[in-house]
């Protein structure tokens, strides 16, 4: 089948309702995206990205089935942010910032040199830290 931008056009003509939750899906993640940032970059602890930082918490020794249960919740919200951000792509919104956020709350191997990598450019460092100065919490320290 030779997928051209007519016959594109027209499978969506034929297809309205995939049009319409592909466009309410990008609006819904673009909100999302906008007031959820914020308010993720002012929940970081300011040491957040130094390595004597790195022990596990007490809840998550103690409990568990609860560490279980956020660390699945947080796999797919970050599945369905990086679904919304390659929708994005190519529909309104943020995609690109809507993929790496939904990185950021997979877990993977390596995802913390990675996210320390990142915030080291004095450019996105820079940025957090004017979030989080707008929400009156401290530097982050890196």
């Known amino acids: ?3 051209s931008l007519a016959s594109l056009i027209e499978w969506f003509k034929e297809h309205p309702e995939i049009l319409a939750w592909l466009g309410g899906s990008s609006v819904f993640i673009f909100c999302f995206s906008i007031l959820g940032v914020s308010y993720l970059v002012s929940i970081i602890p300011e040491d957040y990205f130094l390595p004597s930082k790195r022990t596990p918490t007490l809840w998550k020794s103690k409990v568990p089935i ?3 249960a956020v660390l699945v919740i947080k ?8 679904m919304g951000g390659i929708m994005m792509l190519v529909l309104p919104g943020q995609g690109l910032l809507t993929i790496v956020t939904g990185f950021l709350f997979l877990d993977y191997p390596g995802k913390f040199i990675i996210e320390r990598r990142i915030v080291s450019y004095p450019a996105i ?12 919490k401290p530097s982050l320290k890196v």
């Not at 796999?75 to 942010?81: D, F, Q, S, T, V």
């Not at 460092?125 to 009156?136: E, P, Y």
């Open 1 to 3: 089948m030779e997928l």
């Open 125 to 136: 460092l820079a940025a957090l830290n004017w979030i989080r100065k707008r929400n009156n």
């Open 66 to 68: 609860l560490r279980l």
């Open 75 to 82: 796999n797919i919200i970050g599945i369905l942010l990086i």
